[in-house]
């Protein structure tokens, strides 16, 4: 294994070069001296035998001198391992970029209306819309107390059951909030489809009992500063969430991607609160 890594290591580190590449092309042509090949392509014949050099231990060339000729011919080696193992990292990536196409057609799906009735009718209640050229605005009334409602954002075990989309396949590793202000947040997601977990994290900008929740997202510099208002009339609690992006760009993809997600995530919520009333 450890020879079969140097070899690798060695035939990539050799084609990583422009020069060492068209070499290899030229050769491939036809035989050349060491000389020929550095006037060829503008060199010293010191500066051309280095790269011969690294192409030679590579195994992708074998000179031969005679005299004082050094002539270059490409080598035997048929690269069938380095072409194995772009093959193999090619099919992992299709399978991956497949899995992705899962994902977003799972997230388009949210756009037409659930099988379910009740499903239906508790995701046309969420409203999302534009507004000016970087803001993005989502409405829901919940039937529950503002005190209710807000316990549900305030509350990181009560927030984590219904903050992620249950169609989007992804699970929560972990989750650290210290919901106040000046307090910090730190969700990391796993899904199937990806090795690695993802990590959303910011910062609280403003904690307001029963009124307002305000912090940033910064796992990218395009992530949004997010505002969240809590209004009671009658029983039953008004949210309005309210995220501004730094560029138009940001906000468009945040609706077309994540942002989605969002009637599903009120829809939850409402499930949450109607068993704890």
């Known amino acids: 294994m450890v020879h079969y890594q140097a070899r690798l290591d060695a035939t990539f580190a050799a084609l990583s070069d422009v020069t060492r590449r068209g070499v290899l092309e030229q050769l491939g042509r036809?035989?050349?001296?060491?000389?020929?090949?550095?006037?060829?392509?503008h060199m010293t014949l010191t500066g051309m035998g280095k790269h011969v050099s690294i192409l030679e231990e590579a195994g992708l060339v074998t000179t031969e001198k005679v005299g004082r000729v050094r002539t270059c011919r490409l080598g035997i080696r048929q690269l069938e391992e380095e072409a194995a193992w772009i093959e193999r990292h090619r099919e992992l990536w299709s399978a991956r970029f497949?899995?992705?196409?899962?994902i977003v057609a799972t997230l388009n799906a949210r756009r037409r209306p659930m099988a379910s009735e009740g499903s239906s009718a508790a995701i046309?209640?969420?409203?999302?819309?534009?507004?000016?050229d970087r803001e993005l605005v989502v409405t829901r009334t919940f039937d529950a107390p503002v005190h209710l409602v807000f316990e549900a954002w305030r509350n990181p075990e009560l927030f984590k059951r219904w903050w992620i989309p249950k169609s989007a396949g992804m699970s929560?590793?972990?989750?650290?909030?210290?919901?106040?202000?000046?307090?910090?947040?730190?969700?990391?997601?796993?899904?199937?489809?990806?090795?690695?977990?993802?990590?959303?994290?910011?910062?609280?900008?403003?904690?307001?009992?029963?009124?307002?929740?305000?912090?940033?997202?910064?796992?990218s510099d395009q992530g949004a500063l997010t505002t969240v208002t809590f209004e009671e009339k009658d029983g039953?609690?008004?949210?309005?969430?309210?995220?501004?992006?730094?560029?138009?760009?940001?906000?468009?993809e945040a609706i077309a991607g994540s942002a989605e997600g969002l009637p599903e995530q009120f829809a939850q919520l409402d499930e949450l609160l109607a068993a704890r009333a």
């Open 98 to 102: 497949d899995a992705l196409d899962e």
């Open 30 to 41: 036809s035989d050349a001296s060491v000389s020929d090949l550095a006037q060829r392509f």
């Open 172 to 219: 929560l590793v972990s989750g650290d909030m210290d919901i106040r202000t000046g307090g910090t947040y730190r969700l990391v997601f796993k899904h199937p489809a990806f090795d690695q977990p993802m990590a959303f994290f910011g910062t609280y900008k403003e904690v307001t009992e029963n009124t307002r929740l305000v912090w940033t997202n910064e796992e």
């Open 124 to 132: 046309k209640r969420t409203a999302v819309e534009r507004k000016g």
């Open 236 to 252: 039953k609690t008004l949210v309005t969430l309210h995220e501004l992006y730094p560029t138009e760009a940001a906000r468009d």
